[in-house]
């Protein structure tokens, strides 16, 4: 694969747009079903709570959560695409007023401070331009005892995939330990799985993630 299409998947995996961001979009949705569940479960989900997620791209893996508890959900994006397509398949959810979706910078967290009781994020640790900023910001929004899951691919795998190497910033489990250890969150627990995804040229291949989940 030319250098060009490999930048041009890059971009789009960081934020989908055109004409193939929708394809883009289903895809990760796929791709990353089992480690969106992963992330949600490794938060002690309640009724009643505040949810945030951040990159939730189309966000075909709401129902999962509301299906499960009586909660509000709000979603942030920095693809358009993703969020017009969030708001077109949920519809319902909105209509209820179960769930809300706003675009961000990918920086600054456009609510208030003591805001949510859970948030979570899936792959997109990678993307983040100024991480200690961003964590401190999102820290500064969750309520004392809030609890933020960052779901991500280990380093050993990423590294192998050729278009990382434009824009990704990768990390292994303590790597991502040093960052939080930087934020005013305090490290909860970290959990490493392995799961079975299919490959780029047919079959499974294993990939190795984790999920750091930090506390207020």
Same mark, same amino acid.
């Given at each position: 694969?030319?250098?060009?299409?490999?930048?041009?998947?890059?971009?789009?995996?960081?934020?989908?747009?055109?004409?193939?961001?929708?394809?883009?979009?289903?895809?990760?949705?796929?791709?990353?079903?089992?480690?969106?569940?992963?992330?949600?479960?490794?938060?002690?989900?309640?009724?009643?709570?505040?949810?945030?997620?951040?990159?939730?791209?189309?966000?075909?893996?709401?129902?999962?959560?509301?299906?499960?508890?009586?909660?509000?959900? #709000? +979603?942030?994006?920095?693809? @358009?695409?993703?969020? *017009?397509? %969030?708001?077109?398949?949920?519809?319902?959810?909105?209509?209820? $007023?179960?769930?809300?979706?706003?675009?961000?910078?990918?920086?600054?967290?456009?609510?208030?401070?003591?805001?949510?009781?859970?948030?979570?994020?899936?792959?997109?640790?990678?993307?983040?331009?100024?991480?200690?900023?961003?964590?401190?910001?999102?820290?500064?929004?969750?309520?004392?005892?809030?609890?933020?899951?960052?779901?991500?691919?280990?380093?050993?795998?990423?590294?192998?995939?050729?278009?990382?190497? #434009? +824009?990704?910033?990768?990390? @292994?489990?303590?790597? *991502?330990? %040093?960052?939080?250890?930087?934020?005013?969150?305090?490290?909860? $627990?970290?959990?490493?799985?392995?799961?079975?995804?299919?490959?780029?040229?047919?079959?499974?291949?294993?990939?190795?993630?984790?999920?750091?989940?930090?506390?207020?």
């Amino acid at each position: 694969m030319e250098e060009e299409q490999l930048k041009a998947i890059a971009a789009q995996l960081r934020e989908p747009h055109g004409s193939k961001g929708s394809e883009m979009g289903d895809l990760m949705n796929e791709s990353n079903g089992n480690m969106i569940r992963q992330t949600i479960n490794s938060l002690s989900l309640q009724d009643g709570d505040q949810i945030l997620e951040l990159g939730h791209g189309n966000c075909g893996h709401l129902q999962y959560i509301l299906d499960r508890y009586k909660v509000s959900y #709000y +979603g942030l994006e920095i693809s @358009d695409l993703m969020h *017009a397509e %969030a708001q077109q398949i949920n519809k319902a959810y909105i209509e209820k $007023k179960q769930a809300f979706f706003f675009m961000y910078d990918g920086t600054d967290i456009p609510f208030a401070e003591n805001y949510f009781d859970k948030a979570y994020t899936v792959n997109t640790l990678y993307f983040w331009t100024d991480p200690v900023k961003l964590l401190n910001d999102i820290c500064r929004v969750m309520k004392p005892g809030g609890e933020f899951s960052i779901g991500f691919a280990q380093k050993s795998f990423m590294a192998q995939l050729p278009f990382t190497k #434009y +824009g990704f910033t990768l990390y @292994d489990t303590k790597e *991502a330990q %040093a960052l939080a250890a930087k934020s005013n969150f305090k490290i909860l $627990k970290t959990e490493t799985q392995v799961e079975k995804i299919k490959g780029k040229i047919g079959g499974l291949i294993d990939r190795e993630f984790t999920i750091l989940t930090l506390v207020k």
